[in-house]
């Protein structure tokens, strides 16, 4: 009678189903952990119910059996039959067998949840340091960001490793972002387009630094650029740049790119995005400070003195290190290039350039466009093509439909140019932000606009280029004048591969 009497305490409908709740979450969580473990699959919605649900509804079961028990327990003792004594708390006396084995099972019992909460709260924290759960999870939003990092040199990067860094700070921090950021998700709060660059980003030299090393930057590094023009014979063109990349920033006198960081270099910008930079100041080694105005739109001193003012770092020029949309045209230079479509296609890259860049609806009708005007181009232009051809057409079809898969997001108002990526000057005016010989000093020095102050001509071959001829300076493929000192690159190439209207002055 008495066991049934102290077990009867749990014998209610509110236990019960804790039990019942805690039973089926700890063998849930050991299945899909078993899942994973066998398989190597790690699928963001599994580990969000794995790590986080399951676990939850453990830890709610095991609550609800001591809440059942305990309101049984007070019922039964507000209406106690006359002499019957029931205790404000239980005794507990291990010389009565029942109750030894009772705590016997509570105890090994406990211990078999804790592990197995324990071990999920481990993998929880993993997953939430996981790219599946910074990328996958929030497909809607975070899906074009998340295929851009998968196509990029940071690809094997972890996310939290470049937006969170090391240390107990910035992880407390990122999660309480999270937070509001899993609100927004829920209730659909956030823009339709994320804006950047992203506010409170941990600086630069607390994440980049812990890979890139300045101090062993190499002084130059060859590369060699390719691009055909958008004309009937695609005409390639290569260009080979020793890119000034700089030494160690430390070294007196150390010239090139990295110049930047072993100055301390502020600036401030008039806009969201920091295109327009009206401001710099650089402070030497001695602690001089000089300052370069822009000598066209410049700011008053009570301006200067109350604007907000940035020290650049890495990502005042690698603003776009892992998150990288490629302008079509240089899509289909790296497809020429690597074989994967065949370039004696008639106009492929005007064509293909063309369709890339209109507007659509959604990606489901830009790709039924792209398999279907493509080939209708060469049968109507070039039937003879179409026909000799077709496999190769078929091929340029399924990669340019990859190119607009991974650099246009409809869905989030997303292009490859949405997201200004400042690496260069060719598709946005990047270094030629400060760089455009219009920013002075007090003694009138210019930030100069010199292209060998970055990088110097090795080789050109292009047509207008006679075989055997030594550049010094960059040629541009067609005579422009004097314009190609006075006109930033990206004003025309910023179509993204057509170079200007009507898209052929590269093409003789």
């Not at 994440?207 to 009937?232: D, L």
């Not at 910008?269 to 822009?294: C, F, M, Q, S, W």
């Not at 030629?432 to 080789?459: P, Q, W, Y």
């Not at 006679?466 to 179509?495: L, M, R, W």
Request: overall charge positive.
């Amino acid at each position: 009678m008495a066991i049934r009497k102290y077990a009867g305490y749990a014998w209610n409908l509110i236990s019960l189903a804790g039990m019942v709740l805690a039973v089926t979450a700890a063998g849930l969580i050991v299945g899909f952990l078993s899942y994973e473990g066998i398989t190597g699959v790690e699928k963001p919605y599994l580990g969000l119910m794995t790590y986080f649900l399951f676990p939850g509804m453990l830890i709610v079961g095991l609550l609800l059996v001591p809440v059942g028990a305990f309101l049984v327990r007070e019922k039964r003792r507000r209406f106690a039959k006359t002499g019957e004594e029931i205790p404000p708390y239980p005794r507990v006396d291990f010389n009565e067998p029942h109750k030894r084995h009772l705590f016997i099972f509570f105890v090994l019992a406990s211990i078999g949840f804790v592990m197995i909460v324990s071990v999920a709260s481990l993998k929880g924290f993993e997953f939430t340091e996981s790219t599946t759960f910074c990328g996958e999870l929030c497909h809607q939003v975070m899906g074009p960001e998340h295929t851009a990092w998968s196509n990029s040199p940071h690809a094997k990067v972890k996310c939290v490793e470049c937006h969170v860094g090391p240390g107990a700070a910035w992880y407390v921090k990122a999660k309480i972002s999270g937070m509001r950021q899993l609100y927004a998700v829920l209730f659909h709060t956030y823009p339709a387009t994320i804006a950047t660059p992203i506010e409170n980003l941990r600086p630069a030299r607390d994440t980049c630094e812990e890979c890139h090393w300045p101090e062993k930057f190499y002084f130059g590094r060859q590369k060699v650029f390719y691009h055909y023009a958008p004309n009937e014979q695609n005409t390639p063109r290569e260009t080979g740049l020793l890119i000034n990349i700089g030494g160690d920033p430390n070294t007196p006198g150390a010239k090139g790119i990295h110049w930047h960081i072993g100055q301390e270099v502020t600036y401030i910008a008039t806009d969201y995005k920091r295109l327009n930079i009206p401001y710099i100041a650089v402070k030497g080694k001695d602690g001089k400070i000089i300052e370069y105005v822009d000598s066209e739109k410049p700011l008053t001193k009570d301006a200067i003195a109350k604007a907000e003012k940035r020290r650049m770092d890495c990502l005042d020029c690698h603003n776009r290190p892992a998150h990288i949309y490629h302008a079509p045209g240089v899509e289909i230079d790296d497809a020429f290039v690597h074989k994967r479509i065949d370039s004696s296609l008639p106009y492929l890259k005007k064509v293909a350039v063309e369709i890339l860049t209109r507007p659509y609806k959604d990606k489901e009708t830009a790709l039924a466009t792209i398999a279907k005007d493509l080939p209708a181009y060469y049968a109507q232009t070039y039937p003879a093509v179409a026909s000799a051809k077709k496999a190769q057409i078929d091929e340029a079809v399924v990669v340019v439909k990859d190119i607009y898969d991974r650099n246009f997001f409809p869905n989030m108002h997303i292009s490859w140019n949405t997201y200004p990526n400042y690496i260069g000057h060719f598709y946005t005016p990047g270094c030629f932000r400060c760089h455009d010989g219009k920013h002075k000093n007090a003694e009138g020095k210019v930030i100069s606009k010199d292209c060998n102050m970055c990088h110097t001509v090795l080789s050109q071959k292009q047509e207008n280029i006679p075989a055997g001829t030594k550049v010094t300076q960059f040629v541009h493929p067609v005579d422009i004048g004097d314009e190609i000192y006075k006109t930033n690159c990206s004003e025309c190439h910023s179509a993204g591969g057509q170079d200007v209207p009507g898209g052929e002055h590269h093409g003789k």
